[in-house]
């Protein structure tokens, strides 16, 4: 397979799983207003959950039950969800600052525990050899297209749960506690109810991508989890798409992904092209501010030109 | 129909509330004036359960529905509307109002992907009553529009329109002519009568005498947290307790 053809893939594979990130984000903010901090946290405790449960026996993490990697994905969800229902429960009948510093908080307290706790999963060093679907499949060379193929279902079926689950009466007091809670609360719906079920079902998608992320990748560990990838970049998708469009979030990134980890391989090819090592030690040395640098001024830019986004939502007629 | 009694509240060492107790009789359109100050929003934000009271009782329909939560208050069929236009902003005047009535069953996740048909049907029931109160409130034309695209007095028609789609037995309506030219405040004064002459008991704040004097009666005045006293336009007008109230003497 041709080098640039598996670069694609793999470009797909973790945009497709950021995609997955931003759906259940735009649930969350896109249409209910609910100010999530914290993806990184529910993102890293899908991808531990999983491994925990579907690696074999070892002594230097919990679990190690070996089960199937389909129960493993689904417990990932459910686990990140139930952490998501106990954040809420305290803090979404406050005002909206309360759930954005407790995810703050949690998603951080989450990752220190991973880092400081090695009994659980093995500290700073990681889990390794995390098992992958139809692993006797995983040496040949299309294997990577098998998995976009599985990411590329799992978003689609995420997508048509979403939209026509907001396209109802159900969506239309969402949008409304976006809008304004205490008109929401004034015309009979329980706010927090449905706060609740919106953090929790976006939270669980979270989990998944974590999940996912960990059969893909076969390695966590928790400096992966940092809130500069897992959840700055998961709103920067979510707001160059177009909150409140789930197409919007999808396409937001891929593009966002494509441009963060493009910008990596341009600086490689840039500091490979030079025959002067000084100056391409320097393209090296700038790569990660670079794209840090690009990110934000493109955010800027579409912040200023296009405020809803890209796409932006659309009205329902 | 709707009963105060003692009621107390209190911000900070301020008593906006301080011992009131007052009466709404069944199918009257009554007034609440009063100088700034006087506690009658705050007043509002009791009945309608958004504070819960110090002290005191609020009874409704024979229920005793003080301290409890906005929604449940609702669903006593007590409803009320705001000072400011409250519209839902990013939704279509449509949307505004398809969301009011109560038990929907689409607003359950079970709902819409275990009853389809059945929501649907709700949803087209809902769409009609929704567009027979656009046409009542004259908003038909704008009914695809953002709410925030609305004027500021489209804006109180709407909210108008919300509380019928509710068609609740008793509203709380506040200020509903600040702001509105005097074409549509006669358009609302209309409106709110013909929803009364229906069987809607109306509780109004309101600033503009002339709108006060030729709807409400009876008239309640409140003055420092409590009420001042009560009558017909008339009494109201020549009584000077309420001059003192509004001069501050």
Known sequence: ?317 | MLVIKNLEKDFGGIKAIHNCSLEVKKGTITGLIGPNGAGKTTLFNLISGIYAPDKGEIWFNGERIDGLKPHRIFRKRLMRTFQISRELQKMTVLENLMLIPYNQDGEGLSGVWFLPGKVKKQEKNNKKRAMEVLEFIELIHLKDEYAENLSTGQKKLLEIARTMMADPEMILLDEPGAGVNRTLMNKLVEDIKKINANGTTFLLIEHDMDLVMNLCDPIIVMNEGSKLTEGTAKMIKSDPRVLDAYLGV
């Open chain 1, 1 to 317: 397979m041709s080098g640039i053809l598996s670069y694609l893939i793999t470009l797909g594979i973790m945009a497709g799983i950021f995609a997955i990130l931003t759906l259940g984000l735009n649930l969350q903010w896109g249409f209910t207003g609910l100010f999530n901090v914290g993806i990184a946290g529910f993102f890293a405790i899908g991808a531990y959950a999983t491994a925990f449960l579907t690696k074999g026996p070892s002594p230097e993490h919990l679990g190690g039950l070996g089960m199937p990697i389909f129960f493993g994905l689904l417990i990932s969800a459910v686990v990140s969800g139930l952490i998501a229902f106990l954040i809420g429960l305290p803090t979404l009948k406050l005002k909206e600052d309360y759930l954005a510093i407790a995810t703050l908080g949690i998603a951080e307290s989450i990752r220190l525990i991973f880092t400081n706790e090695a009994w659980l999963g093995n500290g700073n060093r990681g889990i390794k050899d995390i098992p992958k679907p139809w692993a006797e499949l995983s040496a040949a060379p299309y294997y990577n297209l098998l998995f976009l193929l599985i990411i590329f279902i799992i978003i689609v079926f995420i997508y048509f749960f979403i939209e026509k689950s907001i396209h109802s009466p159900w969506g239309r007091v969402l949008k409304a506690i976006r809008e304004d809670e205490l008109v929401t609360a004034s015309v009979g719906k329980n706010v927090f109810r449905y706060k609740l079920e919106s953090l929790v079902i976006g939270s669980m998608f979270m989990g998944l991508a974590g999940g996912l992320y960990s059969h893909y990748i076969s390695f966590i560990s928790p400096d992966v989890f940092h809130p500069m990838q897992f959840t700055f970049l998961v709103w920067v998708m979510l707001i160059l798409g177009g909150s409140g469009n789930n197409l919007g979030a999808i396409a937001g990134a891929f593009l966002v992904w494509a441009i963060w980890s493009g910008s990596e391989f341009l600086t490689d090819l840039l500091a490979r092209i030079s025959t002067d090592p000084k100056v391409s030690g320097m393209i090296t040395n700038i790569q990660s501010p670079l794209r840090i640098i690009l990110i934000s001024v493109i955010l800027e830019l579409v912040l200023l030109y296009r405020p809803d986004g890209i796409f932006g939502e659309k009205k329902i007629l």
